[in-house]
């Protein structure tokens, strides 16, 4: 069966400080892998996406980056926080062709 | 406009009650259509997809109704283990739309 690993689960960083976020996929191959945020009081916003290795694709113009260097493989990335990158992430996998998607546990970012 | 949107509640209501949400989306080329339930401080889970002759998963009823871009949500005979936030999903150009959610509390 499928799993989907994010971590860490919870996370507090200071302002300027750099971020990675790592998730993982098991049990399918070449599955579309997305990176959402929720932020207090918001709905999910999607940030990138990716169909395959070293393809990515960016919803919304900000200071975070993701990067796709193994086909199970998903990492959310930020040279410099701001305290607005304070949020819950999540990692989420669809198959290729797939219509629903499969959550990962999340990580909730605090920024002071 | 937003593309999906949502009462975005509370709901507060007995056991045992019915309850109804609904949900709009703007974007008409929208392929296919959910509900997620997600409990506070947890991910997102699919509860169940949207289909235009409307399905029933227990005592779960959604509909679609692509004419006035508008989706539904029945809980009958509502338990306490269905307090939780509901959120309205749109497929649209290959990725997930996602509502705000509306919160459903459930009380004894």
């Known amino acids: 069966s499928q799993t989907i690993h994010q971590w860490p689960a919870t996370l507090v960083q200071p302002v300027g400080s750099p971020l990675s976020l790592e998730c993982t996929v098991e049990?399918?191959?070449?599955?579309?892998l997305y990176w959402y945020r929720q932020a207090a009081g918001r709905g999910l916003q999607l940030l990138f996406y990716?169909?395959?290795?070293?393809?990515i694709s960016s919803e919304v113009p900000q200071n975070l980056s993701a990067s796709r260097p193994q086909d199970r493989q998903f990492i959310l990335s930020s040279k410099k926080l701001l305290l607005s990158d304070s949020g819950f992430y999540l990692c989420a996998w669809s198959p290729t062709g797939g219509v629903g998607y499969t959550f990962g546990s999340g990580t909730r970012l605090t920024v002071v | 406009r937003k593309e999906v949107e949502q009462d975005p509640g509370p709901f507060n209501v007995p056991e045992g009650a019915t309850v109804a949400f609904n949900c709009t989306y703007s974007n008409s080329a929208s392929q296919s259509f959910f509900w997620y339930r997600q409990d506070c401080r947890k991910e997102p889970k699919l509860l169940m997809s949207v289909y235009s002759s409307g399905n029933e998963d227990g005592r779960f009823t959604a509909q679609l109704n692509r004419a006035s871009q508008y989706i539904s949500l029945l809980i009958r005979d509502s338990k306490l283990s269905d307090s939780a936030t509901y959120l309205c999903?749109?497929?649209?150009?290959?990725?997930?739309?996602f509502g705000k959610g509306t919160k459903l509390s459930v009380k004894p």
């Open positions: 999903v749109a497929r649209s150009q290959g990725n997930l739309i």
């Open positions: 049990g399918t191959s070449n599955p579309n």
């Open positions: 990716s169909v395959g290795i070293g393809q």
